[in-house]
């Protein structure tokens, strides 16, 4: 047998030897895969509508007024082109709004004059937070699941219905965020000020949650000598 005919004589048998294909197990895998996508976007949609209904109860989001006033009121002292990464109730970023669409994230324009803050969201609702509703403003690291670097994230307080919401910015600019919460807190009195409203900061959660669980040893009872008899 010559050479060529070994060669080709092994390729044959290699052919042979190679297992087929199983078409049918590769697609139920795929078919599976896919179910389990759908299956679980189904379920994210359903709590986002599920949440939804539970923040009904929230009032219609205020929009800007119609300028009424004098120049000082009407003129920005401040501006902020970013995105908008959500709002929580206050103290609370994991606690997202979704209702009027506050849940959704978006490009975002802020003015802040001297009768509130401008919210322009480019494909979402705008919102206007009149300026006897702002209650304060910090840097902040984390809202509404987005986490982002230490003092990366704008974070206003104000009061909408019966709530204090936070909301979360990020300007294109991070430097520009430390004015903001300067000019944001020189318009809010300090009785309305969110750290003193009640509201517990996000930070001091987890210490609050350990007091509770472990609350202070009760002091010792003094000990009365008795006379002896």
């Known amino acids: 047998m010559t050479p060529l005919s070994t060669l080709a004589a092994d390729l044959a048998a290699e052919q042979k030897s190679q297992e087929v294909t199983d078409w049918t197990a590769r697609i139920g895998w795929v078919v599976g895969l896919l179910l ?12 986002w509508k599920w949440r939804g209904m539970l923040q009904s109860g929230l009032p219609e989001l205020p929009t800007a007024p119609q300028a009424t006033g004098g120049p000082e009121l009407s003129v920005p002292s401040l501006t902020l082109s970013g995105r908008y990464h959500g709002s929580t109730t206050a103290g609370q970023w994991l606690d997202r709004i979704v209702a009027h669409g506050l849940g959704t ?57 019966d709530r204090l919401l936070d909301s979360g910015f990020r300007s294109d600019r991070a430097a520009e965020h430390a004015a903001w919460v300067e000019a944001v807190e020189a318009r809010v009195p300090p009785s309305e000020k969110s750290g003193d409203s009640g509201v517990a900061d996000p930070h001091d959660q987890a210490a609050i949650s350990r ?8 002091p010792p009872r003094a000990v009365t000598p008795q006379k002896g008899t």
């Open 36 to 47: 389990l996508i759908a299956l679980v976007y189904w379920l994210m949609r359903e709590g």
């Open 105 to 161: 994230r978006s490009r975002v324009e802020l003015a802040l004059t001297g009768e509130g803050l401008d919210v322009r969201r480019p494909g979402a609702q705008d919102f206007f937070v009149p300026a006897d509703k702002l209650r304060g403003a910090r840097l902040d690291k984390g809202i509404a699941g987005k986490v982002l670097a230490e003092g990366g994230l704008l974070v206003i307080t104000w009061s909408h219905g």
């Open 211 to 218: 007091g509770a669980q472990h609350p202070p040893a009760a």
